[in-house]
């Protein structure tokens, strides 16, 4: 699975867009793009994710750049409720085996 | 409701004396699989299993074993636990595999002194 980098840390203020980018410019043609979060302690959940297509659900967007090199995830009016991490993975979408999750970016939602 | 439950959510317990936590879903999945997660370390897979009867190593399978069953169960078993497995564990499930979204528990944390 390719390899992603993201930023640490960001900050957002309430109700205003959050992009949080993720590099991951090994990645192959036939691997996806995912994103989970995790608020505080719980368990992760799974936001969104796409292959080369810009994807849109009720929770966020993910625009992926033409290159595949990027993408962002975006939030379209962050709450508190959105502080949490953000987990960008980059996968083969076939059944099985392993998921691997980075350090994610820690985004704290201001008011 | 579609949920993932885990048992118990909290637990302190002492070297050596074997423990069980228990993970079920109600969704009819047939992945599942097991974490920890440790400050600076992230969310590693410990095991994964396909299908009933089907289990794999992930990243950090040593000290630890599973079983499935049942579709529906997949306890994570520490036969002699170690402080070095002090952790906070969570159990997901998903339709097949991991390529489609994970459902996860509340999570586990384990104290072993």
């Known amino acids: 699975d390719a390899k992603t980098t993201q930023p640490p840390s960001m900050d957002c203020a309430e109700g205003r867009a959050a992009n949080l980018p993720c590099n991951h410019s090994?990645?192959?043609?036939?691997?996806?793009v995912y994103w989970y979060r995790q608020i505080h302690s719980q368990g992760p959940q799974y936001i969104i994710h796409g292959l080369k297509n810009n994807e849109t659900n009720e929770m966020a967007s993910l625009i992926i750049t033409e290159d595949r090199k990027s993408s962002t995830l975006i939030l379209p009016h962050a709450t508190l409720r959105d502080t949490a991490v953000y987990y960008c993975i980059v996968r083969v979408n076939n059944a099985g085996n392993m998921l691997t999750f980075g350090g994610g970016t820690r985004l704290m939602v201001k008011p | 409701e579609a949920q993932v439950t885990q048992n118990p959510r909290y637990l302190i317990t002492v070297t050596g004396k074997k423990l069980t936590v228990t993970c079920s879903q109600n969704?009819?999945?047939?992945?599942m699989s097991w974490y920890r997660q440790d400050p600076g370390l992230g969310l590693r897979q410990i095991y994964y299993?396909?299908?009933?009867?089907?289990?794999d190593k992930g990243d950090v399978p040593e000290g630890y074993k599973v079983s499935r069953k049942e579709k529906r169960n997949f306890p994570l078993i520490l036969e002699s636990p170690s402080p070095n497995q002090t952790s906070l564990y969570f159990c997901?499930?998903?339709?097949?595999?991991?390529?489609?979204?994970?459902?996860f528990g509340d999570g586990t944390r384990l104290s072993i002194l």
């Open positions: 299993s396909m299908n009933v009867e089907v289990t």
């Open positions: 969704m009819n999945h047939e992945y």
């Open positions: 090994t990645i192959s043609g036939n691997e996806y």
């Open positions: 997901a499930s998903s339709l097949q595999g991991t390529y489609q979204p994970q459902h």
